[in-house]
């Protein structure tokens, strides 16, 4: 037997291997575990760096990671955990700060290089004259600068781009080209009482039919984005009666139409306040979206909202009603009027009922300025 074992020689060597980078797996699903013991917050502190880390190093470094179970947070996710209501914040406070006399002009000039402002628009065009970026953000036109629509029932509230309008279909609003949220969860549940400009109605019917108030009406929507070079204040888009605002605390994430494509029901997760009422078709309303640095919202009329605060819980919201027993109608609003102001740039949608004949005069993607059309009957 020994000779025959000789006679057939040594066993051919297997190749030596090269050098691997070798994960202590056993170790790693240890530390994994006991990762998944910790509360929520604990645990997405920790996987945060991790998760980081895994979408800006080269070539996979960490993807062996995913061997032994661990998994990393998606982008949105990630994105979403960013604090940017506290930033916003800080933004909005930064923004209060007095420039030296000597600073305004190169601050102001840069800005409105990046963003293409038309300062032969603003009311004051010296750039000396805005003692901080807030005052420069928030600045008046000339009066001749926007002329008002008289011949249409509907104009835009603002200067902005057009990302979407049409009908409301099966409860469904696009806030971009294939991507829809939740009319309901936008607007809010509908409570009945007395201020409110509809009835109730039955449990069976869709959120879309408790808001169309007359028969043969329709639900239209328009979603107008602001970028940060655009004129911040808008206005009434028509003859109307607000009866109802309702604040919902939230993120401040970007609006801008990339991110909108990003994030499903982008609009329902960030700061928004909803004025509610109606006009002579029926029900009307009016959202400011609010988005990252542009915590401040302003209603001119509502001294008593007070946007991206600390004592307000994102996931709540706050109600209040401009019909009292003094006040029957609400706070009437005239085509054009001024209604409010951003503080950088954002999103105002607009949800209302007209008649199955009203036309949108609009396409999607182009820019638009205050007093211009939307549409008409």
Wanted: include cysteine; hydrophobic fraction near 35%.
């Amino acid at each position: 037997m020994e000779a025959e074992e000789c006679e057939a020689g040594p066993a051919p060597c297997s190749p030596l291997p090269g050098p691997r980078l070798h994960f202590p797996q056993l170790a790693l699903r240890r530390r994994l575990g006991q990762l998944s013991c910790m509360s929520r917050p604990a645990l997405k502190l920790r996987s945060w760096p991790l998760t980081v880390l895994y979408y800006l190093l080269p070539f996979g470094a960490l993807r062996p990671l995913s061997r032994v179970g661990w998994r990393p947070v998606s982008r949105v996710a990630l994105y979403k955990s960013v604090p940017t209501r506290l930033l916003s914040r800080a933004w909005g406070r930064l923004n209060q700060v007095e420039l030296p006399h000597w600073l305004r002009r190169p601050v102001y000039s840069l800005y409105i290089w990046t963003f293409g402002v038309n300062m032969k628009e603003a009311a004051v065009e010296d750039l000396h004259h805005y003692r901080n970026l807030s005052e420069f953000f928030r600045r008046k036109l000339k009066p001749q600068a926007r002329p008002v629509c008289g011949l249409h029932s509907v104009i835009s509230p603002s200067d902005g781009k057009i990302l979407n309008f049409g009908q409301v279909k099966n409860c469904e609003v696009e806030q971009v080209k294939g991507v829809t949220y939740s009319l309901e969860s936008f607007l809010g549940p509908r409570t009945y009482t007395e201020d409110l400009p509809f009835p109730p109605a039955a449990s069976c019917d869709s959120f879309k039919n408790q808001l169309v108030t007359r028969e043969g009406n329709e639900l239209y929507h328009c979603v107008i984005y602001l970028a940060p070079g655009d004129y911040h204040c808008f206005h009434s888009p028509t003859d109307w009666t607000v009866s109802h605002r309702r604040h919902f605390p939230g993120s401040l994430m970007s609006v801008n139409p990339g991110m909108a494509r990003w994030i499903k029901e982008l609009f329902c997760h960030n700061e928004r306040v909803v004025l509610t009422g109606d006009w002579k078709h029926g029900f009307f309303s009016l959202t400011a979206v609010g988005a990252t640095n542009v915590g401040s919202i302003r209603i001119y009329f509502d001294r008593d909202l007070h946007t991206n605060s600390p004592r307000h819980s994102k996931g709540s919201y706050n109600d209040f009603s401009f019909v009292t027993h003094t006040n029957r109608e609400g706070v009437p609003m005239r085509k054009g009027e001024h209604l409010g102001e951003f503080n950088l740039g954002s999103t105002i949608v607009l949800i209302f009922e007209a008649p199955k004949d009203f036309n949108f005069q609009l396409k999607t993607g182009q820019k638009i300025r205050f007093g211009e059309a939307l549409g008409s009957l």
